[in-house]
């Protein structure tokens, strides 16, 4: 594997799932806070380490979390996130 690292990389994540993604989002995100988690420090340990477990299982959200990549959720966080953060 011979790259260039002189040159950006050009990421194209799939347009596909956009409304999916941020449904099981906030579908995940609700579950973890029910169950009296810290929504954010799971999602952060499940992106960072790729391990479901930070997913509670409670309203199927583990299983939810699985159907989408880590990338399309990252993707969708980054930008909900740079879209409020430009209407400051």
């Known amino acids: 594997m011979d790259r260039n690292f002189n040159e950006t990389m050009k ?3 799939s347009k596909d799932n956009v409304s999916e993604t941020k449904k099981i989002i906030f ?3 609700d579950a ?3 169950k009296g988690y810290d929504p954010i420090n799971q999602i952060i340990g499940y992106i960072l380490s790729g391990d479901p477990t930070y997913i509670t299982s ?3 959200a583990r299983s939810l979390i699985r ?3 880590r990338d399309e ?3 969708e966080i980054l930008n909900y996130y740079l879209k409020e953060q ?3």
């Open 32 to 34: 973890l806070r029910e």
């Open 11 to 13: 990421f194209e994540p």
């Open 73 to 75: 959720f990252l993707e």
């Open 58 to 60: 409670y309203n199927d």
């Open 67 to 69: 159907k989408i990549e």
């Open 86 to 88: 430009k209407n400051i």
């Open 27 to 29: 579908t995940v995100h």
